[in-house]
């Protein structure tokens, strides 16, 4: 499966401040999601992020407060800016691979590690 | 709503067990993905699942697919504490390029 690496692994920030998390995928993919995840629940899509256009936001979530971006086929960020406690959450980047990693007529996800953030 | 229902949500079980994780929905799902998560990493996908009906085996996993493609389950044989994480469902609504929908999760643990 594809080799995804985020940086940094985990971080502890102070309110009001920003931190930017790096995703790097070891081959060219066109569509690159960033999730959110509180501990021990499921995922929640914050963007779409495919290189050479804007980032799709999903509800509640905005370009603003979460800035990413796709400056080519391996690499996506996404910005937390403005931090309160609230944002403390695992942040997931994933890449999707049209007809999965062996080929097929389906769709395939994978997941990078994820970074740990936690808002004082 | 919860577009895929995930059951039981929470599963403690000891060491040999057999368990059956459920994941549900109204709609129809073009495919079914399941993962694992172990605290602290990041989501491993387990199998894929597309036509109605599949089954696949994954040595001890044995996950099928609806016919109607609308539900799927994940059986584990003879559990071990190695099984112990978050198992997600998640499915694609469409075929082409399309984003996961993914059910809240069921946080297995299997004790020695």
């Known amino acids: 499966s594809a080799v995804i690496s985020q940086k940094p692994s985990r971080d502890i920030c102070q309110r009001g401040t920003s931190l930017t998390i790096q995703c790097q995928v070891d081959?060219?993919?066109?569509?690159m999601f960033w999730y959110r995840q509180q501990p021990g629940q499921s995922l929640t899509l914050i963007a779409t992020?495919?290189?050479?256009?804007?980032?799709?936001?999903e509800s509640g979530f905005v370009i603003d407060k979460f800035p990413i971006s796709r400056p080519n086929l391996t690499f996506s960020t996404l910005t937390v800016s403005n931090m309160s406690p609230e944002d403390s959450s695992i942040y997931l980047c994933?890449?999707?691979?049209?007809?999965?990693?062996?080929?097929?007529?389906?769709?395939?996800?994978?997941f990078g590690p994820g970074t740990r953030l936690t808002v004082l | 709503t919860q577009l895929l229902e995930q059951s039981p949500q929470f599963l403690s079980i000891q060491e040999g067990e057999n368990l059956t994780v459920y994941c549900n929905s109204s709609s129809v799902f073009s495919s079914l993905q399941w993962y694992r998560q172990e605290p602290g990493e990041g989501p491993v996908l387990l199998v894929t699942v597309v036509t109605g009906g599949e089954v696949k085996k994954l040595k001890r996993l044995t996950f099928q697919f609806g016919d109607a493609r609308k539900d799927s389950s994940l059986h584990i044989t003879a559990a071990q504490p190695g099984d112990t994480g978050l198992y997600l469902c998640a499915g694609a609504l469409y075929s082409g390029y399309s984003t996961l929908t993914f059910g809240k999760g069921t946080m297995l643990l299997v004790s020695p």
């Open positions: 992020a495919n290189q050479g256009s804007e980032a799709t936001y």
């Open positions: 994933s890449v999707l691979y049209r007809g999965g990693w062996s080929g097929g007529n389906y769709n395939e996800q994978f």
């Open positions: 081959s060219q993919v066109t569509m």
